[in-house]
């Protein structure tokens, strides 16, 4: 029994000076060249340094390589180094080296710089080129093709390699592709990647900087060989960011490029900030702020389909599919189909109002009109913009060639129908603004409770319609500089105000010429007229009145920013001629007009015939 453990003392002195003694052991050219074999055996790639590999004991048995080089593929000599390293550690099986051989089984890649390229014809500079790793890829690829379609893939007749831990610490990646001339620097990457052989899942944790922001990522695949080898494969991926949140579970493919099929889910506290984070620039200003978007997803990261998507905007929820194609220079268009219960977007209204009162030199978010185009199909049970409220909208909305286009199909507004057209188009030296609404039978009393309260109401169904322009560099020019037109029908209705009957009687009666006391209403047949807007002045050309009674027209103008009033009327009454007409002369504000008999009017101003 002495003896035994004698020997077993001995044994395990033996084994601990070998182990003390490995760093001088194992640091020859011997050493050397069987790294350099072992990484092209597994990778199919060159791998050189210069110094001597150096062995360690602490905190574990390893070896630290310096300046390491893994060449580009053997058939383009021409590639630059695939990853090129500071440092590269790996851990030491112990065993295998009190026998010379080196094992390494944790990697660490200290400052690594990854040339991740696309070629014009679909290649990669990471596709294994050769070595163990290849052939292995080359067995799954070819079980596979002789699969039957939708069979499960069995793995387990291939060959099994042994790949190991790696991790990668203050890394760069750098990506680029000549087919869409996309470039992609990634630095202070910090990630772990745990694949124990070709047959397990791999699992990469990590962080980066990307775009100026920190990016925590993390990706779970269940065969990953499989997906290597074009098959689909399990996977989870989760991207976060200040600027987004993205996660993605379902199956991938890399048959022919990455394409994914499974559910998503993408949500941004602030759509400016994740306009800016992809490359474009969208002033907070009228911008909607949150973002949500979650559903089915398939395609590719040049072509997405969300199917059953809920596509949620500052609380504003719609469902649909929507669409997001890349195209040739990474121009983006959006195209979807979506319907919401409600849609509110009283605040962007405010954010335009906030604009115009601040004086911001430029439309927010103009120059995104020369970056991408869309296509969205809208539908509402009701919408909201202000006071103004419609039901059963239908609408779309499209950006193409710098322009921006509002068409409203149909929407139910105060009893009656709206269609219309807004359209935004960038010019060199700001936008250009048309808009164009026809309403049919609405009821106008609510209309114009909506608008700022005047001394005078109508009641009545009324059709209108409406033409407006403008152009200017920012909101406060565009809203200051808009001019068009607008007509308005009505037939029977009533005003509330005044009694024209009784006034036009008073006066025919009276040889005063003092204010008119306003009071009353009048009923009428039918009311139109023609208005025209000029900046910030209203100018009536003709506004007709008829009842059983008489007739009344109003020609004039109206200051919309003062409120100032300057208008005259003509009161006939329905006598075949036998009265003399009554004229009148409107002044004073919108709110509190003065009326008086016109002393000055020139004969045939308010004649309908003119």
Known sequence: MKR????????????????????????????????MAQAHELTGRRMSFRDAPKVFLSPYLGIEIANVIFEGSPQHPDDPPFVQMERLRGRIAVIPALFGRIEIYQYQLVRPRFSLRVDGDGRTSWAPTGGRLAAVLDQARAIRQAAEPNARIDLGVIDRLAVGDFEIVDGIVVYESAATGA????????????????????????????????????????????????????????????????????????????????????????????????????????????LQITGKLNGTPRQMQVADAVVSVDRNEGRGVLQVVIGNGGRPQINATLAFQSLDLTPYLAGLRQEAEIGRPQVSGLQLLDDFDCDVRLSASSAKLGNLTTGSLG??????????????????????????????????QGAQLRAEAALSGISLAPLIAALPRG????????????????????????????????????????????????????????????????????????????????????????????????????????????????????????????????????????????????????????????
């Open 4 to 35: 035994l453990a004698a020997a077993m003392i001995l044994l395990a002195g033996a084994l601990a000076a070998a182990v003390v003694a490995l760093p001088y052991l194992v640091s020859s050219d011997g050493v050397r060249a069987q790294i």
């Open 183 to 290: 470039r992609e620097t990634f630095t202070n990457v910090n990630a772990q990647l745990r694949w124990p052989d070709s047959t397990a899942a791999w699992t990469i944790r990590g962080s980066s900087i990307w775009r100026d922001e920190s990016v925590e990522f993390s990706i779970n695949n269940a065969r990953p060989l499989l997906l290597m080898a074009g098959g689909s494969s399990q996977t989870a991926a989760e991207v976060r960011t200040s600027a987004f949140r993205f996660s993605f579970s379902g199956d991938a493919n890399l048959l022919a490029g990455l394409y994914l099929a499974g559910t998503t889910t993408l949500s941004a506290p602030s759509l400016p900030r994740l306009v800016e984070f992809f490359g474009g620039r969208l002033d907070v200003g009228a911008a909607p702020g949150a």
């Open 395 to 428: 609408a779309a909305l499209s950006v193409r060639n710098g322009e921006l286009l509002f068409d409203l199909g149909g929407a139910t507004l105060y009893g009656g129908s709206a269609i219309g057209k807004l359209s935004l188009k960038r010019k060199e």
């Open 455 to 610: 001394a005078f109401a109508a009641d009545g169904k009324a059709d209108i319609k409406l033409t407006v322009k403008s152009d200017g560099s920012s909101v406060g020019q565009l809203a200051s500089q808009l001019r068009g037109w607008a007509t308005l029908e009505m037939g029977r209705g009533l005003i509330s105000g005044a009694d024209l009957g009784q006034m036009r009687a008073t006066l025919a009666s009276s040889g005063e010429d003092g204010a008119v006391k306003l009071s009353g209403q009048t009923l009428f047949t039918s009311l139109k007229g023609d208005m025209i807007f000029d900046r910030r002045t209203l100018w009536l050309r003709g506004l007709e009145l008829d009842n059983t009674q008489l007739r009344a027209r109003l020609a004039g103008r109206a200051d919309l920013l003062s409120g100032g009033l300057a208008l005259r009327a003509r009161l006939n009454a329905n006598d075949a001629g036998q009265t003399p007409d009554t004229l009148l002369f409107i002044g004073g504000v919108m709110s509190s007009p003065l009326v008086t008999r016109d002393t000055e009017s020139v004969d045939g101003l308010l004649d309908p015939a003119r």
